[in-house]
């Protein structure tokens, strides 16, 4: 085995023996010293605790000082705008539309009997006979 191969095998000897890895380290003193380092380190780590967490500032008290800069009032700007125009198209589009079908609805209405004959001529109006 060499020594590339037993630094990939290390953390495995952690965690249990290793036949090949032991004879390697039997023989080989850098191995067997970087097998050491990395023993003591994982035993120190438990040892240190978690980092403290960072501490958060407010949200909404940086939200505040975002909106008073420039940057922040662009946006805000931007913003309102925005949705000025999407009200506005949203507006247009309803408005269309109800003239459109309104329109449909006051043609369909107007029709004679010859010009519904026309348009669909698999229909066929005719008076009720009485036999």
Same mark, same amino acid.
């Given at each position: 085995m060499?020594?590339?191969e037993a630094l990939e095998l290390l953390p495995e000897r952690i965690e249990g023996p290793h036949f090949a890895l032991d004879q390697?380290?039997?023989q080989c003193a850098s191995c067997t010293a970087s097998? =050491?380092?990395? $023993?003591?380190?994982?035993?120190?780590l438990p040892q240190l605790g978690a980092p403290p967490a960072p501490e958060m500032p407010d949200f909404f008290a940086r939200l505040n000082q975002l909106r008073k800069t420039d940057r922040g009032l662009l946006w805000d700007r931007?913003?309102? =705008?925005?949705? $000025?125009a999407v009200g506005a198209a949203a507006a247009v589009a309803v408005l269309w539309s109800g003239l459109m079908l309104g329109?449909?609805?006051?043609s369909a209405a107007t029709l004679s009997t010859d010009q519904l004959l026309q348009r669909s001529?698999?229909?066929?109006?005719?008076?009720?006979v009485k036999p």
């Open positions: 060499t020594c590339a390697h380290l039997k097998f =050491r380092e990395l $023993r003591d380190l994982i035993e120190t931007w913003l309102r =705008r925005t949705q $000025r329109i449909r609805a006051w001529p698999s229909y066929v109006i005719a008076p009720e």
